[in-house]
């Protein structure tokens, strides 16, 4: 968790590309909150992340999320002490 939760850590272009596209559901296996990050700063609104035990709702039509499989740095273990 220490290792991507920094601030010099920035999304890269390939963040952005990958938001140019067509779709409001993303579910990714990375750790990092990059992907979400460049989302709020497109949509300019928050953006919903869900752990694999909550993926039902995803079936929101108008929720944009990203299913984080492998879990969450800023939900990490150390969160749980």
Do not use: M, W
């Not at 140019?20 to 700063?41: A, C, F, G, H």
């Not at 929720?63 to 800023?74: A, F, I, N, P, Y």
């Amino acid at each position: 968790a220490e290792l991507f939760d920094r601030p010099d850590v920035k999304p890269s272009l390939a963040h952005y590309l990958l938001r140019s596209l067509p779709i409001r559901k993303i579910v990714t296996t990375n750790y990092d909150q990059l992907l979400e990050d460049t989302l709020e700063r497109l949509l300019r609104h928050p953006v919903q992340v869900v752990d694999r035990g909550h993926v039902p709702k995803t079936a929101e039509p108008d929720l944009t999320c990203v299913v984080k499989l492998h879990g969450d740095v800023r939900k990490s273990d150390r969160d749980d002490t």
